[in-house]
């Protein structure tokens, strides 16, 4: 029996290709979806926000989506040089940066033979709404794609600050930034496990963490008030499966999203916080593990002033696979036209 859709349902269907890096999932948007007005990647953010929200929904939200879904559109560049421009969207809204997803679209791009690679880098200039990203791909000796980026300059924004978590007590934390702003928060010393078992409690308590540190320590970003949000909890363990890999992250962002890979601005922050704390010298990667066994490789590449903050310029790397092509529809009687969150 073969099925096909009609020709209202084809005409009006939006296309993606779906990827993941190290374990976390990515829906890029390839097609049916409208155009985004705005002079900058800020103001294309700000028009989805506002406008197209209910494309976001459709597609990140069940039942086309999951409560852990992540997805992003590309856009036209929006400054010199940029080849194109990336939007991440979520459960929640639209993120600031996203390093996963940057590592996916480079590589799925070169994948599927839109952008063409050699086994010298390619560089590409991506606009996204925390600044330009400087990636590279390129090809092995054995033909697999590889990827790496050069992220916004990263800062500890403050560290060994203190907050009172309702119905937990009393967590240290230290606030960073990478793209996004993360509460880092050392899950050993709290006895929390960072293992996929214990994933109700780190969703539990990251999100508890996050609404406390919001309520008593203002951010403000250097240029743009779009960026100065704390975008999530980031749990950090010295448990890890490898004993060469310098620690575990588990990152609970959005409305309790649990990232399955370290996080790309997650360990930029991370390697910020680490240099300034003199725990790791410019040069010198480390490996970080997530909740499921991915991983990535992060180093300090420089110094840099960021408009008065102390900063470094951090070198991600992670691997992304493809894992299918969709075509999405919305018959016009749909109850659930956008979706629904259900853990």
């Known amino acids: ?31 049916g979806y409208p155009s985004v007005p705005g002079k900058t990647i800020l103001e294309k953010r700000q028009y989805l926000t506002e406008h197209l929200d209910h494309y976001r929904k459709l597609l990140m939200h069940e039942p086309r989506g999951h409560a852990d879904m992540y997805g992003c ?11 194109f421009g990336v939007l991440f969207m979520h459960n929640e809204g639209y993120s600031s940066m996203c390093g996963h997803g940057i590592l996916a679209v480079v590589q799925v791009a070169a994948k599927c033979g839109a952008i063409a690679v050699s086994k010298t880098p390619r560089q590409i200039g991506i606009d996204s709404p925390a600044g330009l ?11 697999q794609v590889q990827a790496s980026f050069i992220n916004v300059a990263s800062w500890a924004e403050s560290i060994d600050c203190s907050v009172q978590v309702p119905g937990f007590g009393e967590v240290q934390y230290d606030l960073g930034f990478g793209g996004a702003y993360y509460a880092y928060v050392d899950a050993d010393k709290l006895g929390i496990k960072c293992t996929p078992d214990n994933a109700a409690q780190l969703i539990d308590v ?60 997650g360990v930029a922050g991370r390697i910020a916080l680490l240099h300034a704390g003199g725990e790791v010298g410019l040069n010198q990667p480390i490996t970080i593990e997530s909740i499921v066994g991915g991983r990535m490789i992060v ?27 969709h075509r999405f529809v919305l018959e016009q009687d749909d109850a659930f036209s956008e979706g629904f969150i259900f853990r």
């Open 133 to 143: 990203i400087r990636a590279s791909v390129w090809r092995q000796d054995d033909g």
């Open 1 to 31: 029996m073969q099925l096909r859709l009609s020709p209202q349902l084809e005409a009006q269907a939006i296309e993606t290709v779906d990827a993941h890096t190290e374990g976390e999932p990515l829906r890029i948007i390839t097609g």
């Open 206 to 265: 990251g999100r508890r963490i996050k609404h406390a540190v919001m309520a008593s320590h203002s951010i403000t970003h250097p240029l743009e008030q779009d960026l100065s949000f704390l975008y999530g909890t980031i749990f950090t363990s010295n448990h890890t499966d490898n004993p060469e890999h310098h620690s575990r992250h588990v990152c609970i962002f959005a409305d309790g999203e649990v990232d399955r890979s370290p996080t790309g601005t």
């Open 73 to 83: 559109l590309i856009t036209e560049p929006t400054t010199k040089d940029a080849e």
């Open 299 to 325: 180093e300090a590449l420089e110094q840099v002033d960021f408009y008065g903050k102390a900063s470094v310029l951090p070198k991600v790397s992670g691997r992304s696979w493809i894992t299918g092509q």
